[in-house]
């Protein structure tokens, strides 16, 4: 009998340079080793296609739902130097504006009529209307991964970036955003610009004392959502004031954070790493807490035990792509990207083609993974959880309960304080393991993207 080894290996594997969504999640482009496509994120539908020839891209950034599409070369052959942003017109078929800069692009970020692009260590913005203008530029600390958020809701005007010093948060105001221009008859109340605000807004927050990781607004540029190297927390800010309002604990490892996503009423956040999973908390609400933060008003805890965790999680599914019957390792992949990899972005799943609905908004998350997967994942409970009118966001973090008034049971719990504190090492164990009981998000669709033959 033959026992010599065996593998079964997938024929064609799809090798994703680059996957995002447009900033209302209503389509999404990919960019493979063939060329670049768009697609609708939901009901997933593969909408155009583009091979390409002599090179690869890095990004493919789309400006909403336009024609107008962003490319930067990149990966093992550049199709465009590094350092170059072409202009795309969709509709057109063909390269309209070319901006070249003096070192490689690092970011973009994009909305109605403006044009944001982040080198290492400055942020030039430009404004696109019939022609593309130079309108301001700001410098930074060291950003090579190329940190950008933009509001793009009608009216909004912030600008995020890497502030002039570690860990730190520059915010910028451009002019308000056009609204959209409507493609059929008016429905639902006009856009109106909101009020302007009572002082003048923060320029710098301090975010963090390590390099940042991620940075995300909402579409209202209301709120701000960053997290640093460490990958361990996501502290959400008061955009205008410059105030802490949470702070989120992701795990208690460290992390590489890939991305953060306000829902879009802003009621929720979903943060994304290299650890597989999706993590999922509530704004402006409770969300689980340790078992030892009722033992705050009579002993003093680390500030681990007073942290919030996400309600809810969703792992990513990881598939072998090779296995072999004479060896129980897990393979390497070559070069090939880890299912893990992944974009995450909300969507309102009570209606089908995106319109405004009168309907109750079941929003729900299409995960896509740079190995072609695409999931749409509801939330526990479904939409009557998470509908209900919306609660104040706070002002400052929520606070531990007042103290009590003395009595036997504090006196006793104060005794034996040296027991406890002795016990909050195998306590913080514990709050590990408790991480990973969150609520599990359920998957309702999963499907297969990124090739041409018929998976779109």
């Known amino acids: 009998m033959n026992l010599a080894r065996h593998s ?10 680059d996957v995002r969504f447009d900033p209302d999640c209503k389509i999404f482009t990919t960019s493979t080793p063939a060329g670049f496509a768009i697609y609708r994120t939901w009901p997933l539908q593969l909408l155009r296609k583009h091979a390409v020839t002599g090179g ?17 070369g990149g990966g093992p052959s550049p199709l465009y130097p590094p350092n170059k942003v072409i202009v795309w017109d969709d509709k057109r078929e063909k390269e309209v504006v070319e901006l070249e800069f003096k070192e490689k692009v690092a970011g973009l970020a994009c909305r109605r009529g403006w044009l944001a692009v982040s080198l290492r260590r400055r942020v030039v913005v430009f404004k696109i209307d019939e022609q593309v203008t130079r309108y301001a530029e700001w410098d930074t600390y060291s950003n090579p991964r190329g940190l950008l958020a933009l509001a793009t809701a009608p009216y909004s005007t912030l600008l995020v970036t890497a502030g002039r010093q570690l860990g730190h948060v520059q915010m910028i105001h451009l002019p308000p955003c056009p609204p959209p221009i409507p493609s059929g008859p008016p429905t639902g109340q006009p856009f109106k610009p909101p009020p302007s605000p009572a002082k003048n807004p923060v320029s710098i927050i301090a975010a963090h004392t390590h ?7 909402p579409p209202s540029g209301r709120l701000l959502a960053t997290t640093s190297e460490r990958g361990t927390l996501v502290r959400i800010w ?14 208690a490892d460290q992390a590489q954070i890939y991305g953060v996503r306000f829902r879009p009423d802003e009621r929720e956040v979903c943060v994304w790493s290299d650890k597989g999973t999706v993590h999922i908390f509530r704004i402006g609400s409770s969300n689980r807490q340790s078992s030892f933060s009722p033992l ?23 598939k072998l792509s090779h296995i072999s019957l ?8 070559d070069g090939a990207p880890e299912e893990e ?9 009570s209606t089908k083609d995106g319109s405004d609905s009168p309907n109750v908004p079941d929003y729900q998350l299409i995960a896509l993974t740079y190995t072609g997967r695409w999931y749409r994942i509801s939330l526990p409970g479904g939409p009557s959880s998470f509908n209900a009118p919306a609660s104040p966001v706070p002002a400052s973090p929520r606070p531990f309960p007042s103290s009590p008034t003395p009595s036997n ?22 709050e590990k393991e408790k991480e990973k009981r969150g609520l599990e998000c359920i998957v309702q669709e999963n499907r297969r993207y990124g090739r041409w033959d018929g998976w779109g």
């Open 341 to 349: 990899h992944c974009v995450v972005g909300w969507i309102d799943a």
């Open 409 to 430: 049971h504090s006196r006793s719990i104060s005794g034996s304080s040296a027991t406890t504190i002795g016990r909050l090492d195998k306590g913080k164990g514990k």
């Open 326 to 333: 004479s060896s129980t390792s897990r393979p390497t992949n």
């Open 296 to 318: 705050a008003p009579y002993i003093s805890l680390p500030k681990y035990f007073g942290s919030e965790w996400s309600y809810a999680q969703f792992r990513i599914p990881v």
């Open 56 to 72: 690869t891209l890095a990004m493919v950034v789309p400006l909403h739902t336009s024609n107008l599409i962003f490319l930067v």
């Open 8 to 17: 079964i290996t997938p024929s064609n594997p799809v090798h994703i340079h």
């Open 211 to 217: 390099h940042l990781m991620a940075l995300a607004v």
């Open 238 to 251: 008061d955009a205008y004031t410059g105030k802490l309002l949470q702070e989120l604990r992701r795990g």
